[in-house]
Structures are given as structure tokens and as C-alpha cells.
């Protein structure tokens, strides 16, 4: 899984010294569900284990969780959730650039070029199918 930034966790001081009083501000529940699933893109999770990631009871995620769904930031499935890959409305909602721009600068950007050296020469037959 990959590593999520909680906001509720203590800062260095270099940290703290460098960075503004926006970017220290505590990231609402919503946006911290955004940030989670969007760093996990390619998984689908329960709301007790996003809770257990990021802190708020599973209670506040799941209110969070369906209101991000009336808002269709997030795709619900039985039991599980993740985020829309609907880039357009994800770069819509307000809460998203900075909560992405706050894990970016935490766990660092992708870099492309480091998935390309780990990418099968022969496509998944899934995009085959697709052409």
C-alpha cells in the first residue's frame, strides 16, 4: 500500500519554519478521503480502512464518503470505495489540488519515466481488446 500522509501527525521543525500557515492547516475529512484514495488510485477500500489510515473515526469517513459520492468524486461498490477517474471533476473540486499538492510534497511526484523502465514490453490483453 502506499504510504499516506495523516495530518495529524507531528512536523519537523525545518518543516514547520518553511512552510505556510495554508499548507499547515489540517486538511477537512473530505479532502483527506481525496488524498487517500487518489494515492491509491488503483485499489478500492472500505471505510473502516481508510479510517484506520487517516485517522477520523469510520463514522466521519463514511459521511464524508457519501457525500463525495452525491458529488460523484468517489465510486461506491458493495462494501468498497475508490476514487472516480473522472480527472475532470476531480480537478473540479477545490479540495483536491491542495490535497494532492500536500501528498506531492510529503511522498514526492510520480515519475514517469521510472514506470516506463518497470513496464511489460507486450501491452495487457485487456488494451489489446480495447483497440
Not at 500557515?21 to 488503483?42: C, H, K, R
Request: charged share 35%; with cysteine; glycine share 4%.
Amino acid at each position: 500500500m502506499t504510504p499516506y500522509f495523516c495530518s495529524t501527525r507531528s512536523i519537523d521543525r525545518d518543516t514547520f519554519e518553511k512552510t505556510s500557515e495554508d499548507e499547515l492547516e489540517e486538511l477537512s475529512i473530505p479532502d483527506q478521503v481525496i488524498g487517500f484514495l487518489a494515492a491509491n488510485d488503483d485499489r478500492a477500500f472500505k471505510a473502516r480502512e481508510i479510517s484506520s489510515q487517516i485517522g477520523p473515526d469510520e463514522g466521519a469517513v463514511s459521511t464524508a464518503l457519501s457525500r463525495l459520492k452525491d458529488r460523484d468524486l468517489v465510486e461506491h461498490k458493495a462494501t468498497y470505495w475508490a476514487i472516480t477517474d473522472d480527472t475532470e471533476r476531480l480537478d473540479g473540486y477545490s479540495g483536491y489540488e491542495r490535497a494532492t499538492a500536500l501528498f506531492n510534497q510529503r511522498l514526492g511526484t510520480e515519475d514517469k519515466e521510472s514506470w516506463r523502465e518497470h513496464a511489460p514490453e507486450e501491452p495487457h490483453p485487456s488494451v489489446e481488446d480495447e483497440q
